[in-house]
C-alpha cells in the first residue's frame, strides 16, 4: 500500500538519522580568524567554535577545532577529512553544505596606514596602491574579479599557516603594502593584540556585508544532517539568550539584534578593543 510504503520509508530516514547522529566527534577547521575563532588551546577559542561545541554536545557530539590554513581547511572538507570549514561565504566554497543560520553578517573594509591619504571610490583607486589579500578568501564579485585578474605588481596575496592576516596586519604597520582588506571585527581584535590599532585607520568598505557560516563538507552523507542540527541549535541558543552570552565573552552583539539597525556597525569595535 502506498501509505505504508511511504510510512516504512520515513522510519528507516529516521533510524539512518539517528545512526549518523550518535556520538562522534566533529573536526572544524580555518585558520584563525579571531574573535570568530582564535587559537585552538586558548580558553577563548572563539565564538563560532563555542557555539558549534555548545550545540553538538546536546546530541553527544564532541567538536575538534584544528587550526589550518584556509585554502587547505577547503581542500579537506572537500575531500571530506573534516567536516566543516568555520567562518566561510558562499563564495568561498559554494560545494559546500550550508546551514539555514549564519554565525555572522560581515561586510570586508579596506584599512590603511594612518598616515595615508588613499580612500577607496571604486576599483578604478585600487590601481594606484598596493593591496594586501589572504589567498583563497572571497571578498564579494566585485573585488574578487580585481584580485583575480591583478598580478602580484598590484596584490600581495598572503597565505601559508603562520597566520596570514597578522602577518598583514604588520606589513601595512611597516608600510610594504598600502592597504588591506578584512572584516572590521577581525582586523581591530588582530591589531589591537599586537599593541598597532593605532597605527590604522578605515579607507571605505569594499562589500556589503555577507552571510558567514559553518560549512560543512560535500563529500560526507552525515554533513546536510549536521548543518540541520546546528541551525535549529543556533536557533534555540538565541531564544535562551545564551547565543548573547557566547557573544559577549568575545566584545560582540547579536547580529539579528532588533537593536541593530546599521549591519557594519553591529558589532561594537569600540567594546571588541577593551
Known amino acids: 500500500m502506498p501509505f505504508l510504503k511511504k510510512f516504512l520509508l520515513l522510519v528507516l530516514f529516521s533510524i539512518a538519522c539517528s545512526s549518523v547522529a550518535r556520538a562522534e566527534k566533529l573536526i572544524i577547521a580555518a585558520d584563525p580568524w579571531c574573535p570568530f575563532n582564535c587559537q585552538s588551546s586558548s580558553e577563548l577559542p572563539g565564538f563560532m567554535v563555542e557555539v558549534a561545541q555548545r550545540v553538538f554536545a546536546e546530541y553527544g557530539h564532541e567538536v575538534q577545532y584544528v587550526e ?18 568555520i567562518g566561510a561565504f558562499r563564495g568561498d566554497a559554494p560545494d559546500f553544505v550550508f ?5 555572522a553578517l560581515l561586510g570586508n573594509t579596506f584599512f590603511v596606514h ?23 578568501y572571497d571578498y564579494g564579485d566585485e573585488l574578487r574579479g580585481y584580485i583575480q585578474e591583478s598580478g602580484s605588481a598590484r596584490i600581495t596575496l598572503l597565505g601559508g599557516s603562520d597566520h596570514p592576516l597578522k602577518r598583514g596586519i604588520q606589513m601595512l604597520e611597516r608600510q ?5 582588506v578584512e572584516a572590521d571585527p577581525v582586523f581591530w581584535y588582530i591589531a589591537n593584540r599586537q599593541g598597532l590599532k593605532h597605527h590604522f585607520k578605515v ?72
Open 114 to 136: 594612518i598616515d595615508s591619504e588613499w580612500r577607496y571610490t571604486g576599483l578604478d583607486s585600487l590601481k594606484t596602491v598596493q593591496l594586501g589579500a589572504i589567498s583563497g
Open 203 to 274: 579607507a571605505g568598505r569594499a562589500s556589503e556585508p555577507m552571510k558567514s557560516y559553518l560549512a560543512f563538507s560535500p563529500a560526507l552523507d552525515s554533513s546536510r544532517l549536521y548543518a540541520k542540527l546546528l541551525s535549529d541549535g543556533i536557533s534555540r541558543l538565541r531564544a535562551s539568550g545564551e547565543l548573547s552570552d557566547i557573544l559577549l565573552k568575545y566584545g560582540l552583539t547579536d547580529w539579528r539584534s532588533s537593536s541593530s539597525t546599521q549591519p557594519q556597525s553591529q558589532y561594537n569595535v569600540q567594546t571588541v578593543l577593551k
Open 176 to 180: 610594504r603594502i598600502d592597504v588591506l
Open 99 to 103: 546551514p539555514e543560520q549564519e554565525l
Open 68 to 85: 589550518m590554513n584556509w585554502a587547505r581547511a577547503i581542500q579537506e572538507g572537500r575531500k571530506g577529512h573534516i567536516n566543516a570549514i
